[in-house]
């Protein structure tokens, strides 16, 4: 089979597309022929040596796409050859054929493209547990979402309007503000401007945001001084830098709540897996939450996906197709 490998870490340079063996299952394990994959921030991570990488080179990047189903083990009885099928954290997606755990992929219903469903399941999954676990959105509460134009950003973005919230989002160009209005925040604020002065000024009753998500790191404190008393911060995420050290000395002071979210301490079971990305589906499919065409290249030119997304200039998911 073909697949986007490397063998060394570096640029995007190092990523090559070339034969490799078709891989084998196990008992528990389903084939799945690929159609979509979705590209991370952690693919980068991984193909520059940042990030641990299990194994010999040459090395596969990739963890959430969706397929069809094209062999199934002999205990695997939950799912048939010709299923439709996606999931968000199986290794080694970036190949013409995949092994993955009957436990680690999800039904696609046949409203979702392969991909829709390739574009959805890392970003979205992560804002549905954002809504609903870290900080269960109520009608009337007040979310400061970071990165509010991002993958995640739009999606949580609607999630909370869709629950009665309101969104103030904070983005880095006037570009990218009229995208998120576009999709539903109330207001938005630009990083260069005095953000928290006017997130106050937005909230004058309650004098700050009920919560804030929290994805840059390094803003983390300013995300605080936003926060009403009583408010909550949730950290998942540190795209521009670390955090600081936080004094809980000033939660107590201000009756304030920090908490933190990853994903993969929510997908903890199949269960767990179906009936999320099942909820997310049924808001797509219903046309609730609106998910923007991704940006779309062929496996073979994944150098080019992985250049586009470090640029930081795209507002929507980037995918390969095989």
């Given at each position: 089979m073909?697949?986007?490998?490397?063998?060394e870490?570096?640029?995007s340079?190092?990523?090559?597309y070339?034969?490799?063996a078709?891989?084998?299952i196990?008992d528990?394990?389903v084939c799945i022929?690929?159609?979509?994959?979705?590209?991370?921030?952690?693919?980068i991570?991984?193909?520059?040596?940042?990030?641990?990488?299990?194994?010999n080179p040459p090395?596969?990047?990739?963890?959430?796409g969706?397929?069809?189903?094209?062999?199934?083990?002999?205990?695997?009885?939950?799912?048939?050859v010709?299923d439709?099928?996606?999931?968000a954290?199986?290794?080694y997606?970036n190949a013409?054929?995949?092994?993955?755990?009957?436990t680690?992929?999800?039904?696609?219903?046949?409203e979702?493209?392969?991909?829709?469903?390739a574009?959805?399941m890392l970003?979205?999954?992560t804002?549905?547990?954002?809504?609903n676990?870290?900080?269960?959105?109520?009608l009337?509460?007040t979310?400061?979402?970071?990165a509010?134009?991002g993958?995640?950003?739009?999606?949580?973005?609607?999630?909370?309007?869709?629950?009665?919230g309101?969104?103030i989002?904070?983005t880095?160009?006037?570009?990218?503000?009229?995208?998120?209005?576009?999709i539903g925040a109330?207001?938005?604020?630009?990083?260069?401007?005095d953000w928290?002065?006017?997130?106050?000024?937005?909230?004058?009753?309650k004098?700050?945001?009920d919560?804030?998500?929290?994805?840059?790191g390094?803003t983390?404190?300013?995300?605080?001084e936003?926060?009403?008393?009583?408010?909550?911060?949730?950290f998942?995420g540190?795209?521009?830098?670390d955090?600081?050290?936080?004094?809980?000395r000033?939660?107590?002071?201000?009756?304030?709540?920090l908490?933190?979210?990853?994903?993969?301490?929510?997908?903890v079971?199949?269960?767990?897996?179906?009936?999320?990305?099942?909820e997310?589906f049924?808001?797509?499919?219903t046309?609730q939450?609106n998910?923007?065409?991704?940006?779309?290249?062929?496996?073979k030119?994944?150098?080019?996906?992985?250049e586009?997304?470090?640029?930081?200039k795209?507002?929507?998911?980037i995918?390969?197709?095989?």
């Amino acid at each position: 089979m073909k697949a986007l490998v490397f063998r060394e870490f570096g640029s995007s340079d190092v990523l090559t597309y070339e034969e490799i063996a078709r891989p084998t299952i196990s008992d528990d394990e389903v084939c799945i022929e690929m159609k979509a994959v979705g590209v991370n921030f952690a693919d980068i991570y991984r193909r520059k040596g940042n990030y641990h990488l299990a194994g010999n080179p040459p090395y596969i990047l990739g963890y959430e796409g969706s397929g069809i189903i094209s062999e199934i083990g002999s205990s695997v009885t939950g799912y048939k050859v010709g299923d439709r099928v996606a999931f968000a954290d199986v290794p080694y997606a970036n190949a013409e054929y995949v092994a993955a755990k009957e436990t680690h992929i999800v039904p696609i219903p046949d409203e979702i493209s392969f991909e829709i469903a390739a574009s959805v399941m890392l970003q979205g999954l992560t804002a549905h547990y954002l809504v609903n676990d870290s900080y269960q959105i109520k009608l009337g509460d007040t979310a400061l979402v970071h990165a509010v134009a991002g993958g995640v950003g739009q999606l949580l973005t609607q999630m909370i309007r869709l629950k009665g919230g309101e969104v103030i989002g904070l983005t880095s160009s006037n570009e990218k503000k009229e995208k998120a209005l576009s999709i539903g925040a109330n207001e938005v604020l630009l990083y260069n401007e005095d953000w928290v002065s006017l997130t106050k000024e937005l909230t004058k009753k309650k004098n700050g945001v009920d919560v804030v998500y929290e994805s840059v790191g390094s803003t983390i404190m300013n995300s605080f001084e936003a926060t009403k008393v009583h408010g909550t911060v949730v950290f998942y995420g540190m795209a521009g830098g670390d955090p600081v050290h936080i004094d809980p000395r000033m939660l107590m002071d201000t009756s304030k709540t920090l908490t933190g979210g990853d994903l993969w301490n929510v997908l903890v079971s199949k269960e767990e897996r179906i009936n999320r990305s099942k909820e997310l589906f049924n808001w797509i499919a219903t046309k609730q939450i609106n998910v923007q065409s991704p940006t779309i290249f062929s496996l073979k030119d994944g150098k080019l996906a992985h250049e586009l997304l470090e640029s930081r200039k795209s507002t929507g998911k980037i995918i390969l197709t095989v």
